[in-house]
């Protein structure tokens, strides 16, 4: 048999971008029994994958990794147990990186046939790169508890790759949406999204705002990009057995945490990891997803794109934090 080879980028050690990022050949992967094939025709690149190979999270996992846990592409071949018919599918990946060595920055990738998901007709490759993570993390915090129609709920970091789904999310739920973002570029994007009250933090009195919005009842739900830093303004606009769904809290990453204030409000407190959530969970949001997909209801913010020979380049761009939206490497 001949030796197939594909095109990838790879890393052996932790570091700088332009220091452990290679790009050559390797051999072609088999799918397992269990697996899929999939020809790689985007490749999402999250804060997550940047990290991971600059050490952040840890040492290296594997000798040889394949980065980014997000992609787009075809099913090419099935391995043992999976259903022929798949061959020739669209489809949308997730923790393709998490947990494993090979992830999406390659021509092809083998993985789990659960993790490879059908992608609705109309989206385009370069959307499905950005469904594992940003979609999915705004669709668990949002809607995993539940249908949020009738409720306010705010959305902090409004224009970031998160908050951009969150509105959308929110709006084809049926919630009223109040967005923060830092500036008029970001204003234009939450609004974009759909977001009926737009805050500009930096200027505004956050409090005031949503106040005077609620008529002073508050938010039912937060999608909380930064826990820590937003405490002391989430405390006073969360409604009474709200909640405040949080993925992160980069700036302030041990807060204070002012308990009483939040108990007797009944606040209920989510933080969550994309990567773990419950399989009933992943369940809700991958057909969530495909249903809101299915419906109109997404709109994709792909900013910059990159080919696979630009990867440093690509690592370099999400490392700078200048970029609003969502960056994508085409293979």
């Not at 204003?187 to 106040?211: E, H, P």
């Not at 809700?284 to 419906?295: C, E, T, V």
């Not at 709109?299 to 696979?308: D, F, G, I, P, S």
Request: with cysteine; net charge negative.
């Amino acid at each position: 048999l001949e030796e197939h080879k594909m095109k990838a980028a790879w890393y052996e050690k932790i570091g700088a971008a332009n220091e452990v990022l290679q790009i050559g050949e390797l051999e072609d992967p088999i799918p397992q029994a269990g697996e899929v094939l999939v020809e790689i025709k985007a490749s999402g690149v999250n804060p997550s994958d940047v990290k991971t190979r600059a050490g952040a999270r840890g040492e290296l996992q594997f000798p040889k990794i394949i980065p980014h846990s997000d992609g787009g592409g075809v099913i090419t071949a099935v391995g043992e147990g999976v259903d022929q018919d798949r061959i020739g599918e669209s489809v949308w990946l997730w923790n393709a990186a998490f947990g494993r060595a090979d992830g999406t920055c390659a021509e092809m990738i083998a993985l789990p046939s659960e993790q490879a998901v059908n992608l609705p007709d109309e989206t385009s490759f370069e959307a499905a790169a950005c469904l594992g993570i940003p979609a999915s993390t705004a669709f668990y915090g949002m809607l995993c508890d539940g249908s949020v129609e009738g409720q306010t709920v705010l959305v902090t970091g409004g224009a970031g790759a998160v908050g951009y789904y969150g509105i959308q999310l929110a709006k084809w739920s049926g919630a009223n949406v109040i967005a923060t973002v830092s500036g008029d570029e970001k204003a234009a994007i939450a609004n974009d999204a759909g977001a009926d009250l737009i805050i500009n933090y930096r200027d505004d009195d956050v409090v005031t705002a949503v106040k005077d919005f609620t008529s002073g009842h508050g938010v039912d739900r937060i999608l909380e990009v930064e826990f820590g830093g937003n405490l002391s303004v989430s405390k006073e606009v969360i409604k009474p057995n709200g909640t405040i769904a949080a993925y992160g809290s980069v700036a302030v990453m041990e807060p204070s945490l002012p308990f009483y204030d939040l108990m007797f409000k009944g606040v209920k407190l989510n933080t969550y990891l994309i990567y773990i959530v419950s399989e009933s969970d992943r369940s809700s949001i991958i057909n969530g997803l495909n249903r809101a997909m299915d419906d109109g209801a997404l709109k994709h913010l792909v900013t910059q794109m990159y080919a696979l020979d630009e990867i440093i380049d690509a690592h370099e761009s999400m490392e700078s934090n200048q970029v609003i939206g969502n960056i994508v490497v085409q293979i």
